[in-house]
């Protein structure tokens, strides 16, 4: 039974109202004489069509599909296979009906995906699209989940060239609540991106490149990673239940809470279906197969060449949303350290997530803290999740096993920060020596040094770094003074020469001209050895700090004794004695004065009238 020709439909396209297409489903609902009707109905099912008329077509075609999806045959099914005349007629007709069903689909896809006109008839229209497009996946598989429906769709919304923000926040607002249909989201993301990871390799990328500029990828290319990662962010993960009654699943067989299943056939072959198990799988396994499933989908979207903006994002959120949710945390250290390797805002970023897998599964980084290190320079303070590195930055200064050497170069170069950064930068950096110093007794000589020609035994005795050195520390006294040996561009702390050097830098913000800077560095005057009677600082008050929160501390600290804008008593010298030694500024009378110089000149007159008589 053949269908009209699309141009003789496509004529007739225009004279139908809304009345009529209303009449042709009805029909086509009522009879089977009336078959011819449903290509007249596919033709209104495009982006191109009136709203109203891609609606009312597509009320009739739902209702007509829907009973009928279980019975149709694949499309890869051939007429061979029926035995008899009959069956054989029966499966040709059931064949093209099929046929027309891939057609709705295709089409739906396409109105999915295209840009209308009109934003909120787009959003009805889309919202519509989509709740029948998930209707026919929960039953076009006997019952179980059409997974490769679902996956034309995923693929589909994921090449789109329109934005894809309504589609996907609509998808996880009704969707992704269902656990079958998270578990295929994830099948179907780690495949596109698996099958992008091979063109860029096929197109000679480089396969180590984590980030890469804009003029590196396509537009199409950056497209595609950015569609990918905005759906991927929104699946939410798994949530460990020990009752499989509340779990919720969009399409159900005939068991309950089975192991979601795909559908087998050979037209739909990019997703390869899960074998189905009739048994009813435990709370425990369903966990274990949904973080695998994300742990695969993340691996395998992360291996892409991520534009710079979608690569600060993913190490922004990657320790919270991600990490603690994967079967196996330590599979990331590769993506991690390339980029803690890289260097700038980048690093900063990975070492939220680097530290977690350090801290809590046993990775082992051998050159951490010398790129924590190299880290530290003034633009770090101005960088916008500053506070978060400063608060790990404490943290990894934290153990008492570090070596002296370490712990002095990151005091000292954090010391010698102190000279070029703004009065909120101060705080915390000051908070920060704070807590070495009184965490590492053993660096406490780098506060004052008893004797320059002892530095060598100190030295000695702190570690291995300096022993080196200690033939140079065996010089007259004489010539060090004035000399700091610590090499601030360095970048290895074991050779920095810290332990040869001291903290003079604190001594400089004593008299910071920010009152709230040279209050606190007081703090480290005290004998921070004495544990029991210090405390640590809490790094976390001073990171985030600014201009204005510092202003905002000063307008609300209250003042023993108001400042006035008088003098109590009137002031004899513009500046004291004390503040410039070796000037004297005390008031003598102009007349004395230039009396004192009128005596002097006739005296030089003198002598000069006497030499001249002699000559």
Same mark, same amino acid.
């Given at each position: 039974?053949?269908?009209?020709?699309?141009?003789?439909?496509?004529?007739?396209?225009?004279?139908?109202?809304?009345?009529?297409?209303?009449?042709?489903?009805?029909? +086509? #609902?009522? @009879?089977?004489?009336?078959?011819?009707?449903?290509? &007249?109905? *596919?033709?209104?099912?495009? !982006? %191109? =069509?009136?709203?109203?008329? +891609? #609606?009312? @077509?597509?009320?009739?075609?739902?209702?007509?599909? &829907?009973? *009928?999806?279980?019975?149709? !045959? %694949? =499309?890869?099914?051939?007429?061979?296979?029926?035995?008899?005349?009959?069956?054989?007629?029966?499966?040709?007709?059931?064949?093209?009906?099929?046929?027309?069903?891939?057609?709705?689909?295709?089409?739906?896809?396409?109105?999915?995906?295209?840009?209308?006109?009109?934003?909120?008839?787009?959003?009805?229209?889309?919202?519509?699209?989509?709740?029948?497009?998930?209707?026919?996946?929960?039953?076009?598989?006997?019952?179980?989940?059409?997974?490769?429906?679902?996956?034309?769709?995923?693929?589909?919304?994921?090449?789109?060239?329109?934005?894809?923000?309504?589609?996907?926040?609509?998808?996880?607002?009704?969707?992704?609540?269902?656990?079958?249909?998270?578990?295929?989201?994830?099948?179907?993301?780690?495949?596109?991106?698996?099958?992008?990871?091979?063109?860029?390799?096929?197109?000679?990328?480089?396969?180590?490149?984590?980030?890469?500029?804009?003029?590196?990828?396509?537009?199409?290319?950056?497209?595609?990673?950015?569609?990918?990662?905005?759906?991927?962010?929104?699946?939410?993960?798994?949530?460990?239940?020990?009752?499989?009654?509340?779990?919720?699943?969009?399409?159900?067989?005939?068991?309950?809470?089975?192991?979601?299943?795909?559908?087998?056939?050979?037209?739909?072959?990019?997703?390869?279906?899960?074998?189905?198990?009739?048994?009813?799988?435990?709370?425990?396994?369903?966990?274990?197969?949904?973080?695998?499933?994300?742990?695969?989908?993340?691996?395998?979207?992360?291996?892409?060449?991520?534009?710079?903006?979608?690569?600060?994002?993913?190490?922004?959120?990657?320790?919270?949303?991600?990490?603690?949710?994967?079967?196996?945390?330590?599979?990331?250290?590769?993506?991690?350290?390339?980029?803690?390797?890289?260097?700038?805002?980048?690093?900063?970023?990975?070492?939220?997530?680097?530290?977690?897998?350090?801290?809590?599964?046993?990775?082992?980084?051998?050159?951490?803290?010398?790129?924590?290190?190299?880290?530290?320079?003034?633009?770090?303070?101005?960088?916008?999740?500053?506070?978060?590195?400063?608060?790990?930055?404490?943290?990894?200064?934290?153990?008492?096993?570090?070596?002296?050497?370490?712990?002095?170069?990151?005091?000292?170069?954090?010391?010698?920060?102190?000279?070029?950064?703004?009065?909120?930068?101060?705080?915390?950096?000051?908070?920060?020596?704070?807590?070495?110093?009184?965490?590492?007794?053993?660096?406490?000589?780098?506060?004052?040094?008893?004797?320059?020609?002892?530095?060598?035994?100190?030295?000695?005795?702190?570690?291995?770094?300096?022993?080196?050195?200690?033939?140079?520390?065996?010089?007259?006294?004489?010539?060090?003074?004035?000399?700091?040996?610590?090499?601030?561009?360095?970048?290895?702390?074991?050779?920095?020469?810290?332990?040869?050097?001291?903290?003079?830098?604190?001594?400089?913000?004593?008299?910071?001209?920010?009152?709230?800077?040279?209050?606190?560095?007081?703090?480290?005057?005290?004998?921070?050895?004495?544990?029991?009677?210090?405390?640590?600082?809490?790094?976390?008050?001073?990171?985030?700090?600014?201009?204005?929160?510092?202003?905002?501390?000063?307008?609300?600290?209250?003042?023993?004794?108001?400042?006035?804008?008088?003098?109590?008593?009137?002031?004899?010298?513009?500046?004291?004695?004390?503040?410039?030694?070796?000037?004297?500024?005390?008031?003598?009378?102009?007349?004395?004065?230039?009396?004192?110089?009128?005596?002097?000149?006739?005296?030089?007159?003198?002598?000069?009238?006497?030499?001249?008589?002699?000559?």
């Amino acid at each position: 039974m053949a269908p009209n020709k699309p141009k003789k439909n496509k004529n007739k396209k225009g004279r139908y109202g809304v009345a009529e297409i209303k009449t042709l489903g009805n029909d +086509l #609902l009522s @009879s089977a004489s009336n078959i011819n009707n449903l290509p &007249l109905l *596919l033709n209104f099912v495009n !982006p %191109s =069509s009136p709203p109203h008329h +891609l #609606l009312e @077509s597509l009320l009739s075609l739902h209702s007509f599909f &829907l009973p *009928l999806l279980p019975t149709l !045959p %694949s =499309s890869s099914s051939r007429a061979a296979d029926a035995k008899g005349s009959e069956h054989q007629s029966h499966f040709i007709y059931n064949a093209w009906l099929r046929s027309k069903f891939d057609e709705l689909v295709k089409s739906l896809l396409e109105v999915l995906v295209s840009p209308r006109q009109q934003q909120e008839e787009q959003e009805a229209v889309k919202e519509v699209v989509l709740d029948t497009l998930m209707e026919f996946v929960k039953v076009a598989n006997g019952g179980r989940f059409h997974s490769a429906i679902y996956h034309r769709f995923l693929h589909s919304i994921v090449h789109s060239e329109s934005s894809v923000e309504f589609l996907v926040d609509l998808l996880t607002a009704k969707y992704f609540k269902y656990i079958d249909v998270r578990y295929f989201t994830l099948i179907s993301l780690k495949k596109l991106a698996t099958t992008l990871e091979g063109k860029d390799q096929s197109e000679d990328k480089s396969e180590n490149a984590d980030v890469a500029d804009a003029s590196q990828l396509s537009s199409s290319t950056e497209r595609v990673i950015h569609n990918i990662y905005y759906t991927i962010s929104r699946v939410p993960p798994f949530e460990n239940s020990d009752n499989t009654s509340d779990l919720e699943m969009w399409s159900r067989s005939e068991n309950e809470h089975k192991q979601p299943c795909g559908d087998v056939n050979a037209d739909d072959k990019q997703v390869k279906p899960e074998k189905h198990d009739n048994s009813v799988l435990s709370a425990a396994k369903i966990a274990k197969k949904m973080k695998l499933k994300f742990t695969q989908a993340w691996l395998s979207f992360l291996r892409l060449p991520l534009p710079l903006d979608v690569y600060k994002e993913v190490l922004v959120n990657l320790h919270q949303v991600v990490i603690p949710h994967l079967s196996n945390p330590v599979m990331l250290c590769d993506f991690l350290t390339r980029s803690y390797d890289i260097g700038g805002v980048v690093s900063v970023m990975a070492l939220s997530s680097l530290f977690i897998l350090m801290t809590q599964y046993g990775l082992e980084y051998p050159n951490f803290y010398e790129k924590l290190y190299v880290l530290l320079v003034p633009s770090i303070f101005m960088a916008k999740h500053r506070a978060r590195f400063f608060q790990l930055l404490d943290s990894c200064l934290k153990s008492p096993l570090l070596p002296a050497y370490l712990a002095a170069s990151f005091a000292k170069k954090m010391s010698r920060l102190l000279l070029s950064i703004p009065p909120s930068g101060a705080l915390v950096i000051t908070a920060l020596i704070h807590n070495i110093l009184r965490r590492h007794p053993s660096i406490n000589c780098l506060v004052h040094w008893e004797d320059q020609v002892d530095e060598g035994k100190g030295d000695k005795a702190t570690d291995e770094a300096t022993a080196a050195n200690s033939d140079d520390a065996k010089v007259s006294a004489s010539q060090k003074l004035g000399i700091d040996h610590f090499n601030y561009g360095e970048p290895n702390p074991k050779k920095s020469n810290a332990m040869r050097s001291s903290l003079w830098e604190v001594d400089t913000i004593l008299q910071h001209y920010c009152p709230p800077v040279s209050r606190f560095a007081l703090s480290l005057e005290n004998d921070l050895t004495v544990r029991a009677k210090t405390s640590e600082v809490n790094v976390g008050d001073f990171s985030s700090g600014s201009y204005a929160t510092i202003i905002g501390a000063e307008m609300s600290r209250r003042v023993k004794q108001v400042p006035l804008a008088f003098y109590k008593s009137t002031p004899s010298t513009l500046f004291s004695d004390a503040d410039f030694a070796g000037w004297t500024f005390d008031f003598k009378d102009t007349s004395e004065i230039m009396h004192g110089s009128d005596e002097n000149a006739d005296k030089d007159d003198q002598n000069s009238g006497k030499r001249q008589r002699v000559v």
